[in-house]
């Protein structure tokens, strides 16, 4: 099983600032890599798959990038509505796995 | 647009079995492969099962191999079937879409999910 780890569990920003979080695969997962995003009380949202591609309608202040196994999901210009959890994932080989979470809080 | 919208949750005991339904509208459901998630409360996700497009081929992770099966029919809805339940088989059930028809794909949509509760 591949195990994917992200960092930090939680970051703490302020609006309009850039967050940057991180994720690792224990083994390559090549360029198979997806992000998502999770608001309290919702159904995760696909934000970018392939590393790099976002998915539709996913703003363009959000972005990913990384292959192998580094993997980066960058958001500029932080707004109210992405304080939320995120998730990476890799669907490379059964069984896909998900990281752990990294909240993004309200600085 | 795409809907999923799951059912059958519920409270059983430990031991117990629960069927899980998905109703799965606004696509080709013949020709997508769907998946089932899990969220344990407060917790992460995981994934709990795969089905291709033509039910041809099921996948699952060690933690419920054996005990829970996937399937799906042509009124256009997808199930799980779950045997032996445990208390860490508590969770929201997510019914997923991958984001394309076959091969390794995100997941691109999602339901609401229901509650599984395991629990004497």
């Known amino acids: 099983e591949i195990v994917m780890t992200q960092s930090p569990a939680t970051l703490s920003v302020s609006p309009g600032e850039r967050a940057t979080l991180s994720c690792w695969a224990s083994?390559?997962?090549?360029?198979?890599l997806a992000w998502y995003q999770q608001i309290p009380g919702q159904a995760p949202r696909l934000l970018i798959f392939?590393?790099?591609t976002r998915a539709t309608g996913v703003p363009a202040r959000f972005s990913g990038s990384g292959s192998g196994t580094e993997f980066t999901l960058t958001i500029t210009s932080l707004q109210s509505e992405d304080f939320a959890v995120y998730y990476c994932?890799?669907?490379?080989?059964?069984?896909?796995?998900f990281g752990q979470g990294t909240k993004l809080e309200i600085k | 647009q795409v809907q999923l919208v799951e059912s059958g949750g519920g409270v059983v005991q430990p031991g117990g079995s629960l069927r899980l339904s998905c109703a799965a509208s606004?696509?080709?459901?013949?020709?997508?492969?769907m998946h089932w998630v899990r969220q344990a409360p407060g917790g992460g996700l995981e994934w709990v099962s795969f089905?291709?497009?033509?039910?041809?081929?099921e996948y699952y992770p060690d933690s419920v191999k054996g005990r829970f099966t996937i399937s799906r029919d042509k009124s256009n809805t997808l199930y799980l079937q779950m045997n032996n339940l445990r208390p860490d088989d508590t969770a929201i059930y997510y019914c997923?879409?991958?984001?394309?028809?076959?091969?390794?794909?995100?997941?691109?949509?999602w339901g609401q999910g229901t509650l599984v509760t395991v629990s004497t």
């Open positions: 997923v879409r991958q984001r394309t028809g076959g091969g390794y794909s995100s997941f691109a949509y």
């Open positions: 606004g696509f080709p459901f013949s020709s997508y492969g």
């Open positions: 089905i291709t497009y033509d039910g041809s081929s």
């Open positions: 083994q390559s997962v090549s360029s198979n």
């Open positions: 392939g590393a790099s």
């Open positions: 994932q890799h669907y490379y080989r059964w069984p896909y796995t």
